[in-house]
T-cell receptor
Framework: DTGVSQNPRHKITKRGQNVTFRCDPISEHNRLYWYRQTLGQGPEFLTYFQNEAQLEKSRLLSDRFSAERPKGSFSTLEIQRTEQGDSAMYLC?????????????FGPGTRLLVL | GEDVEQSLFLSVREGDSSVINCTYTDSSSTYLYWYKQEPGAGLQLLTYIFSNMDMKQDQRLTVLLNKKDKHLSLRIADTQTGDSAIYFCAERFHGGATNKLIFGTGTLLAVQP
């Protein structure tokens, strides 16, 4: 296969716990994005990687959030000391290098519920 | 500023055409996109249009772009019950280190049999 995959698909945690999500982009896609989608809203940009470099972070990404892409392939998004307001769908997208339209292909998302 | 607006809801009968509208604010946007999201799923790219085009047709989908009014529409011909979903328009933000997408709030399309 060849789509973007994300794990886990669902996560339920208690407030104050740490969680980590993983994204595997489409092979050979060097650009990787994280978005967050809350109920009834469109996705909002969180952060962007080109290869292993994190080139932009949204102000939505508080100090409790950290993302990595250590080898320029898969990426992880960690949320420390989760809060109820972190409950959302976390979406990962990837796009190929040197693409004019830079189409972003999305994974199925990880749905987080913080109790 | 970054703002993309869509109407929240559209209901059509099976076999009719659906038209979903979107307005955006970034006049320097080079590409605009339509994505489809089914319940509990990620986003599926439907089509995109380059800003120097007025129209793009792809099978049952027709995209119209009015750059002067910053208005984008998606027409679905012969709408089927399987087209029921939330449809998002998105503009590619031009600036900074990234080409992040700015999404609208989505239009829920309900197709009545």
């Amino acid at each position: 296969d060849t789509g973007v995959s994300q794990n886990p698909r669902h996560k339920i945690t208690k407030r104050g716990q740490n969680v980590t999500f993983r994204c595997d982009p489409i092979s050979e896609h060097n650009r990787l994005y994280w978005y967050r989608q809350t109920l009834g809203q469109g996705p909002e940009f969180l952060t962007y990687f080109q290869n292993e470099a994190q080139l932009e972070k949204s102000r939505l990404l508080s100090d409790r959030f950290s993302a990595e892409r250590p080898k320029g392939s898969f990426s992880t998004l960690e949320i420390q000391r989760t809060e109820q307001g972190d409950s959302a769908m976390y979406l990962c997208a990837s796009s190929p290098p040197e693409s004019r339209q830079e189409t972003q292909y999305f994974g199925p998302g990880t749905r987080l519920l913080v109790l | 500023g970054e703002d993309v607006e869509q109407s929240l809801f559209l209901s059509v009968r099976e076999g009719d055409s659906s038209v979903i509208n979107c307005t955006y604010t970034d006049s320097s946007s080079t590409y605009l996109y339509w994505y489809k999201q089914e319940p509990g799923a990620g986003l599926q790219l439907l089509t995109y249009i380059f800003s120097n085009m007025d129209m793009k047709q792809d099978q049952r989908l027709t995209v119209l772009l009015n750059k002067k009014d910053k208005h984008l529409s998606l027409r679905i011909a012969d709408t089927q019950t399987g087209d029921s979903a939330i449809y998002f328009c998105a503009e590619r933000f031009h600036g900074g280190a990234t080409n992040k997408l700015i999404f609208g709030t989505g239009t829920l399309l309900a197709v009545q049999p």
